[in-house]
């Protein structure tokens, strides 16, 4: 165990990196985005009184009372005593009795199967590149004969743990805990003992495997246990469900459910920021993930982060939603000033020190006692249940509204049909709402729709990212329509469908010629390979295709960007001296749906400018 709180000198008087007492890099040394701050609180729990407690509590835990030892705790671990206390209360010895296998065997079977695969991939990459060689100086005869090249190695041999795993094992021991001590050395000591407990774990759980947060909790156990105590430790908390099975699934099923029950209790207990967080799109999921996941390893203070895992490991997962309720209720007030999304993730992603002293966060955290936090979470619990079963409720009645519709849809269209339906059995459904018209009559009702179509398979559960910025988004886009950004929709059918339909498409677009004016003196002169085509082409053309009634006109397609262009496109085709043409476009461009883009308007005012004055 480290205990450095100043530099230390060498032979050579060469200045050293120092550390604090938890091991963290002091000084100059330390990361530019370390954000850990050093100034620990007074530690009661490290004077010789507090030391003696704990030394006669540990040589008799056995018959120690279950009340004495919670009262311990809350006034302390000394930080040299913390690993023994910690697999005392996680009974590391029994678990280490019942299992099926030895950690020494697993690990010799992790080293075998990871130097295995390097091996063959060695081998591999040599023998390809051999080939590479020989196929270069063959001559063209030998080049066309010779087999392909050897195909690269599978790295799904089926082995456990698989090779997945391990190269994301092998990824995170960079990232996790980086200026600590025991983890800052490139493939360190430190290094390699949280390889070595997370690859056993992976080969004994192929379900889980290893999930990114996992090295978190490992490292920290490391920090305080020898290694292989530090295994049997992680695999205590993996898979009791007091603890943390099920945090690290594919689906990260209870951490969805830890953030549901987050914002239930947020609600009981702090309303009107409960509220504030909804007003501005903000949910649980992009803030309490890494607090979850993590196990509260992101907290600036350490001495903090080591007085909530004494609660975790003593009172199970549990303490970290208790301790999450602390962290809101320690800075609502902080929180209810801030505004603005922007603001207010940043400052829950990295909480300020300040306010994550030890002293005042612990009797923050202790102000409300195990039962009375238990019958909290029971209510809150309660409430999520109803809003399910709500939500269960109102989506059944949408159903059963939709299947009566349908009824009235059927009978409407058999009514079209012929056959007279009397006007009580259309019921109330068509006073309503009426989702079927004349047009629509020939479209098989919804009911017909879900019977015929096979049960999708459920998509698969977005990962994290994806939910926080889908969610990050969200008041954006609401911003967005609030400001009159909305997307053009299709136009509506005009009433005289049947008489357009029963015209050509092109005749329909330019008009007929016995129907057109004469424009022979507005057609240029200058002969044109489509000029057969263009004799159609006139103002006239134009603005009967800007109107309603036209295809290009209640197609709703046309961007104003296009619109814009239309002048220059055509004007080799056009006179320029002819009176209708700047009306007509400008009655095509009004018939147009626009997008309220500034800059789209004055480019296309600016063209339409231009187009006038030629």
């Known amino acids: 165990l480290i205990n450095m709180t100043e530099p230390t ?44 407690h704990w030394t006669h509590i540990l040589g008799e835990w056995d018959t120690a009372s279950e009340s004495k030892i919670q009262e311990s705790v809350r006034n302390g671990i000394p930080h040299d ?67 392909p090249p050897p195909p690269a190695v599978d790295a799904d041999d089926g082995q ?18 980086y200026s600590h001590k025991l983890l800052m050395e490139r493939d360190g000591d430190g290094q390699k003992m949280l390889f070595n407990i997370l690859a056993v774990y992976a ?33 205590t908390l993996m898979e009791s469900p007091k603890y943390f099975a099920g945090y690290y699934s594919e689906n990260l099923a209870r951490i969805q459910h830890e953030a549901q029950l987050f914002n239930a209790l947020l609600a009981l207990e702090l309303p009107a920021l409960g509220e504030r967080l909804e007003e501005l799109g903000v949910h649980p999921l992009m803030f309490v993930t890494p607090w979850f996941m993590c196990a509260m390893t992101s907290l600036p203070r350490w001495d903090t982060v080591l007085a909530v895992w004494d609660q975790v490991v003593l009172n199970g997962a549990s303490a970290l939603l208790r301790a999450a309720i602390t962290i809101m209720r320690e800075c609502c007030d902080t929180l209810l000033a801030l505004d603005g999304l922007s603001a207010l993730l940043p400052f829950l992603q990295h909480l300020p020190p300040a306010q994550m002293q030890r002293p ?63 006007p009580s059995a259309l019921g109330s459904a068509r006073q309503k709402r009426s989702r079927t018209t004349l047009g629509s009559a020939s479209q098989p009702p919804k009911s017909a729709l879900r019977q015929a179509q096979p049960a999708a398979p459920p998509p698969p559960t977005p990962s994290v990212f994806r939910r926080f910025m889908n969610n990050l988004a969200t008041p954006l886009r609401m911003r967005a329509r609030m400001d009159g950004a909305e997307t053009p929709r299709p136009r509506p059918p005009p009433a005289s469908t049947k ?19 004469s424009n022979d003196d507005t057609i240029a002169t200058t002969p044109h390979p489509h000029k057969a085509r263009m004799q159609h082409l006139s103002p006239f053309a134009i603005t009967s295709a800007a109107d309603d009634s036209s295809p290009f006109g209640r197609s709703g397609i046309l961007s104003p960007s296009f619109v814009g262009r239309l002048p220059s496109i055509l004007s080799p085709y056009l006179a320029k001296d002819s009176p209708s043409t700047t009306t007509a476009f ?16 004055q480019k296309s005012n600016m063209e339409m400018t231009l187009f006038s004055a030629r």
């Open 9 to 52: 000198v060498n032979e050579g008087n060469e200045k050293e990196a120092s550390f604090d007492k938890y091991g963290f890099l002091l000084g100059d040394g330390a990361e530019a985005n370390d954000f850990r701050d050093h100034e620990y609180s007074h530690a009661p729990e490290d004077s010789i009184a507090s030391r003696t």
């Open 81 to 147: 005593m913390r690993g023994q206390a910690w697999a005392k209360i996680l009974n590391i010895n029994d678990m280490r009795d019942k299992a099926s296998f030895t950690y020494a065997e697993e690990l010799k079977a992790v080293v075998r199967v990871r130097d295995g695969r390097i091996a063959g991939a060695q081998a591999a990459d040599d023998e390809r590149i051999a080939w590479v060689k020989a196929y270069d100086s063959a001559t063209d005869t030998e080049k066309r004969t010779r087999p």
């Open 160 to 177: 456990l743990p698989s090779a997945k795993a391990i190269k994301q094992i092998q990824l995170d021991l960079h990232r996790t805990f």
């Open 203 to 235: 080969r004994q759980n192929p379900a889980v495997g290893y999930c990114q947060g996992m090295s978190y909790v490992g490292a920290v156990l490391l920090m305080n246990m020898p290694e292989e105590d530090a295994f049997w430790a992680l695999y």
């Open 360 to 422: 005042a966060f612990t009797k923050a955290l202790y102000a409300v006692d195990e039962e009375t936090f238990s019958q909290l979470v029971a209510k809150a619990e309660q409430n999520i249940k109803e809003s399910t079963n709500n939500d269960a409720r109102r989506s059944r009645k949408r159903t059963r509204r939709d299947d009566a519709d349908d009824a009235v849809a059927e009978q409407e269209n058999a009514s079209v049909g012929g056959k007279q339906t009397p």
């Open 499 to 517: 008489s357009i339909l029963r015209k050509p498409f092109f005749e329909t677009i330019l008009g007929s010629p016995q129907q057109q004016p």
């Open 586 to 601: 400008a009655s095509f461009k009004q018939q147009t749906p626009r997008r309220t883009s500034p800059m789209r308007r």
